[in-house]
């Protein structure tokens, strides 16, 4: 009776075997497909991106271009001014970000721009990713700029006392924060601008710790002039500007909410080569 016993468990075990474990595999491996898909996706509720780059599809010191922006990058942009260079200094996620150059006498803004592939609009929310290595000199660096056609409605600026401060469309700033911006470490800056003449709203958002859902500081401003709409969105004008060189990454426009951090995948990790 022995090895008829012994040959009836056999097949037992396996099958058994089989037949609890393949389930929890698969349950456990469509689980984690459905929480890696959940993550990736925009973690604010009712946000849709409308353009956004990671400046991933890039060569480490090439100047950026329309035509080199787009591909792996995402979105490409609709224009660029200044010399403003792919880099694998600071970079935000991945392994490569945007460098504005150090401009040090009367110079040439540098910046990135979405026209016609964001489109007018009249409420946008934005994030950026941000590395200083200094404060901004003389007018501060204008991390954002939302214009009509070529009349300004809004800026996102940093002081060069490192504060966040918001500017309306005749170039007043209406609202400046009272916390610094964390210098020689990635940050993260959110911004909503919802256009009218006389009930616009400019909002921005840091935070000191780049992934956080909570900000270290919110700066808002409304009942501003912000103009009627936009149709230009420009990240990363330094106007002349003597601070280090700044660093930006994982830029992104949308609408319907805050857009939230950058969620870091297994294929996203942080570069920690320093170039
Ligand atoms: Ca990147």
């Known amino acids: 009776m022995k090895p008829m016993m012994k040959s ?15 389930p929890v595999w698969t ?13 990736a996706a925009a973690p604010v509720a009712g946000a849709v991106i409308l353009a956004s780059n990671t400046f991933e599809g890039g060569t480490a010191g090439a100047v950026i271009t329309p035509a080199n922006s787009g591909g792996a990058s995402g979105t490409a942009f609709d224009a660029v001014a200044g010399a403003v ?14 460098r504005v150059p150090v ?15 964001v489109g007018a609009q009249t409420e946008v929310y934005g994030r950026v990713y941000l590395y200083l290595t200094k ?14 056609g070529t009349a300004n409605t809004a800026k996102i600026v940093i002081t060069a006392q490192g504060k966040l401060a918001l500017e309306n469309a005749v170039g007043t700033t209406v609202q400046t924060g009272t916390q610094s911006v964390a210098l020689n470490q990635l940050v993260r800056i959110e911004f909503r601008i919802k256009n009218g003449a006389t009930t616009g709203v400019i909002e921005a958002k840091l935070f000191n710790a780049a992934e956080s859902t909570m900000p270290t500081e919110t ?25 280090d060189a700044t660093w930006l990454d994982d830029v992104a426009l949308g609408t319907g909410g805050y857009l939230g951090p ?14």
Request: proline share 6%; glycine share 10%; hydrophobic share 35%.
């Open 103 to 117: 401009c040090t006498t009367a110079c040439s803004p540098a910046y990135v721009e979405w026209s016609t592939s």
């Open 219 to 243: 700066v808002t401003k409304t009942s501003a002039n912000t103009g009627t709409q936009a149709t230009h969105y420009r990240f990363g004008q330094g106007t002349p500007n003597t601070a």
């Open 135 to 148: 404060f901004p000199d003389g007018q501060g660096l204008r991390l954002f700029r939302q214009l009509n």
């Open 8 to 22: 009836m468990m056999k097949p037992m075990q396996y099958v058994i075997g089989v037949k609890r474990s393949r």
């Open 27 to 39: 349950a456990l491996l469509v689980l984690s497909l459905v929480t890696a898909a959940l993550v």
């Open 262 to 275: 950058v969620a870091v995948g297994p294929t996203a990790t942080p570069s920690a080569t320093a170039t």
């Open 85 to 98: 260079t792919f880099s694998s200094t600071h970079p935000g996620h991945g392994a490569l970000g945007m």
